[in-house]
């Protein structure tokens, strides 16, 4: 709520605490820091604090003599400052030296400023004079209002102290004119002088107390008394640069530099502060001397008691965050400890004062949360386990018991149900789900599958002689059908004796055919030789007469197979139509076998004469065309036309046959060989040059 709230106010004859506040207080998680300012009334206080919030308004700012601030307000909305995860509270007191209130109203709610603050800000008027230190003069009576037991300096229990002078207009110089710093002008008031009993005491009381002081001077916001009189509802460009400027330092500085409030050296959130308030109101309200170790021992076990409760409830949500019951116990035990070990390691980072004091009941309650955990997972493990015992049951035994013929099949199901029960069965209650309730459904599977075991025996039994019944009478009348059948194949035997011997004599005959089939294709012997002297004649023969040859050879190739296809056709002919069946089928076969064998004989013959076909054509252009390309040389070359060595007995002059050219025999050292005749023909050969060579080989390539 961004508005001031009553934090401390006196209700009669005591100090109350408001429940807004604290119900504010109570939702703050981030460590404190407290802000106090206090001052003489109608000193602007809190218009001071305003600006800290980077406001006009906020705090109540008025412009009669009456104060406006009655006892001491926080402001609802904390300052975050959410890079120190700190919550920065900004209180505002009640002036002092109302006409209003007595002087010991003023000295309690003086204490209480100081007391609730980890920064405190004295607000005063002008310079530091005689008079400024004469209205610190509480800060002597303190020691009625706050006492210690705890051994050193009481400053080290005290707030940080900043002492800002509000409309400073005198020049911060010391008696030679040197330019000096607010804290140097703070130092130099501090310092007694004799003759000055009273404001001595201030000054070392001030010095004894807040070891880590600052001054800070502010000029006056406005020139305008008008202006001054309703300053909150002013715009901010009414408002003097200078004071701009000096305000958003001051409050640079001051929220850069507090810290969070601390208890026994311990930091303490929303909760803990308001623990540490209600035991000064307690003590102020009570008549006794608020004593800072009593109260803060009280709010350390207040705290320590609230972190441990928090402590032992984030252990729970962590164990119930591991989701739904049952779990497995060696995982559940592994995260006890690991949020146990958590939430002790906290705690000790928590606790104010001594923490074997108060970790027993956090050990106590952590255990408590534990054995609980354990009970409700053991509850639901066996919850779960029965169900998935009975559910594995009937999927694996029940269902399928009345299917069972064997005992192995009961064992083998039961065997099975075991397996996936350890596999599926989760929790402390897994094996003792399975001793309790395991035997007795085996004992119930086992009675139901000797019932039904009994009940089929009876009705195979039964079965069994009627079957027996029915045997007999079917083999009485098979016996009959068989002496009938019997006759029956004796007549159909005589019949395909008969059927044989008539094959037999016409496989004789096809037979006889077939070797003189066999006969004519012997003479294909002859027709090689035939064919191979045609060859040789066509070789020694002219390219023209070549072809009349290779036309010869092809009909007569064609001739010959022609009849020996007839007279294979022939035979075939001659066989009866019963050698297809299976009594002819091996030699039917043999002679599938034999015209296939001479089919393709005769084809490899046909591929043969094609080739040399070809061979001729591409020898009769190769021939043709080196002679129009040759350019024979005459015997008067003496050196090699390409790498010019003079020719010798021993270097020799060779012709390329392509080219005509003379070359030594190492740059002709190449010969081909031309087929004429593939195979038949055996191969010549002729020199070519390098180049020619190459020629030769791309023409070859190209024409395939």
Known sequence: ?????????????????????????????????????????????????????????????????????????LWGEPIIDEEANLAILLVDTEGIGSVQQDENY???????????????????????????????????????????????????????????LRDFVLELEDEKGNPITAADYLEASLMERPGYGTKNDVRKALKEFFVRRDCYTLVRPTNSEKELRSIDSLEEERLRPEFLAGMEELRHKILSTVEPKTVLGKTISGPGFLYLMEGYVEAINSGAVPDIQTTWDAVAKQENARQRDLIAEEYRSNMQSLGEQPLDVEFINVKHAEFRKEAM?????????????????????????????????????????????????????????????????????????????????????????????????????????????????????????????????????????????????????????????????????????????????????????????????????????????????????????????????????????????????????????????????????????LALHKSVQNMEAVKTKCLEQRNWKGDDVKRCMKCNELFTFWNRATYCRCCGLIYCSNCCAHYVEIRGLAELAPPSREGKCDVCLITYKDRVIQEG
């Open 106 to 164: 003023d000295s309690k709610i003086f204490s209480f400023a100081i007391l609730l603050s980890s920064f405190f800000i004295y607000n005063s008027m002008s310079v530091l004079d005689e008079r400024a230190l004469e209205s610190m003069s509480f800060i002597v009576n303190l020691t009625k209002h706050i006492a210690s037991k705890i051994h050193g300096k009481a400053s080290q229990y005290m707030p940080n102290f900043l002492w800002v």
């Open 1 to 73: 709520m961004a508005a001031p709230l009553p934090l401390i106010h006196l209700e009669g004859d005591k100090f109350v605490i408001g429940e807004e506040a604290a119900n504010s207080l109570r939702h703050i998680t981030q460590d404190v820091a407290v802000i106090s300012i206090a001052g003489l009334y109608r000193t602007g206080k809190s218009y001071l604090l305003n600006r800290l919030l980077g406001r006009q308004s906020g705090f109540d700012v008025g412009p009669t003599i009456n104060p406006c601030t009655k006892g001491i307000f």
């Open 345 to 609: 390691d906290q705690f000790f980072s928590r606790v104010m004062g001594d923490p074997s004091v108060c970790v027993g009941k956090l050990e106590s309650k952590i255990t408590e949360i534990w054995n609980e955990y354990q009970h409700n997972n053991k509850a639901s493990s066996t919850e779960f386990c029965s169900t998935l015992l009975d559910h594995l049951y009937a999927r694996t035994v029940g269902e399928r018991i009345h299917n069972f013929t064997r005992v192995s099949d009961i064992v083998g199901a039961w065997a099975t149900l075991r397996t996936e029960y350890r596999d599926q069965a989760i929790g402390p209650s897994k094996l003792e789900v399975l001793a309790i309730e395991y035997p007795r459904k085996v004992d119930e599977s086992i009675r139901i599958f000797c019932e039904q075991v009994n009940e089929v025996h009876q009705e195979k039994l039964e079965e069994m002689k009627e079957a027996e019944r029915q045997l007999h009478n079917i083999l009485l009348k098979e016996k009959e059908e068989s002496l009938k059948s019997h006759k029956k194949y004796e007549r159909q035997l005589q019949e395909l004796l008969e059927e044989k011997h008539e094959s037999e004599l016409k496989l004789t005959q096809a037979t006889a055919e077939i070797q003189s089939y066999i006969l004519a294709a012997s003479q294909r012997t002859e027709m090689e030789q035939k064919m191979t002297e045609m060859v040789n004649l066509m070789m020694t023969t002219q390219p023209e007469n070549q072809r009349e040859y290779i036309s010869a050879i092809s009909e007569e190739n064609a001739r010959y197979r022609y009849e020996l296809r007839n007279k294979a056709f022939k035979a075939i002919a001659y066989l009866p139509v019963d050698m297809l069946s299976t009594g002819g089928a091996n030699s039917l076969n043999k002679l599938n076998d034999i015209m296939e064998q001479l089919f393709s004989e005769f084809e490899v013959l046909e591929t043969e004469n």
